[in-house]
């Protein structure tokens, strides 16, 4: 990938006011919202660490995981992105809050896949108003000296500095992947929608390199997997598959789909290899 290293930051250093307990702990699917936005990152990047302030360093959600403390003076999470930058000057970053329990591999790819390492940030477009989500963002190196000056002039809104310095702006596949969870009221309906998120059977077939590192040429599964892209995940990590997903075409009930269609019990789903020869 061009422009320099890309690290992850999941930002959970918040005070949780609204929430009035701390959102880094809320429970989906027995895991805490702060570990499934960690393995998210972490499924994508060599390097994952924690943002935080100092007397968070010992809470037990927090201390299992690298960490970055904030280094810089100040509130809210431009303190976060700031500290990262100073820490690994060398690096971009992958900024995640950790309140966004629908984001999904499919997302996290599609940043990636998009990121313009020539501006100072590469962002989704809120789906709401079109504006700039500063939290599931790459921060290019290049932002902080203008983030330093942002904030010495008064500024700490990430949203603002993005559009005020014409950040690369990239459609959502899923608009969805971008709802946070703030209030008890918005919680209790986030967990009523991934208790709808039943498992489903799906029929898989493999063919070529696939068919022999699965050890067969079909099966039907059961999984909660939403799009082929995130499908795809789980099976390359169940069976190593060694293709990466840009090798390969995704057909969906006989006809050539995109990787963020959503799934639907019984379907019919075939990871295409390239064809060898000419």
């Not at 299992?64 to 970053?93: C, F, K, N, T, Y």
């Not at 599931?136 to 932002?143: G, L, M, Q, V």
């Not at 008890?184 to 063919?207: C, G, R, V």
């Not at 699965?214 to 099976?235: F, I, K, N, Q, V």
Request: with cysteine; net charge negative; aromatic share 8%.
């Amino acid at each position: 990938m061009s422009g320099g290293p890309i690290y992850g930051l999941i930002l959970a250093g918040g005070a949780s006011t609204r929430m009035r307990r701390d959102k880094a702990a809320l429970m989906y699917q027995g895991k805490t919202q702060l570990d499934r936005a960690f393995e998210l990152a972490d499924r994508h990047l060599d390097k994952v660490f924690v943002s935080l302030r100092a007397e968070q360093r010992l809470d037990r959600t927090r201390a299992q995981r690298p960490m970055i403390v904030d280094s810089i003076a100040g509130e809210g999470p431009i303190v976060g992105i700031r500290s990262a930058l100073a820490a690994h000057p060398e690096s971009a970053w992958l900024v995640l809050a950790c309140d966004l329990p629908f984001l999904s591999d499919t997302a996290v790819e599609g940043l990636l896949r998009g990121r313009d390492p020539n501006a100072l940030a590469t962002a989704f477009k809120s789906a709401h108003d079109g504006l700039p989500e500063p939290l599931c963002a790459i921060w290019e190196p290049a932002a902080a000296e203008a983030l330093a000056v942002y904030q010495a002039a008064g500024g700490h809104c990430p949203r603002k500095f993005l559009m005020r310095h014409a950040a690369h702006l990239l459609e959502p596949a899923d608009p969805r992947a971008l709802d946070n969870v703030n209030t008890p009221e918005e919680y209790a309906q986030a967990l009523a929608t991934f208790d709808n998120l039943s498992p489903m059977q799906l029929k898989i077939q493999y063919y070529a390199l696939m068919r022999e590192q699965a050890g067969r040429s079909e099966e039907t599964l059961e999984t909660s997997a939403a799009t082929p892209a995130d499908l795809y995940t789980e099976l390359a990590a169940r069976y190593g598959f060694t293709l990466s997903r840009e090798q390969l075409k995704v057909a969906v009930n006989s006809e050539f789909s995109d990787w963020s269609r959503r799934l639907a019990a019984n379907d019919a789903v075939v990871f295409i290899p390239p064809v060898a020869g000419g």
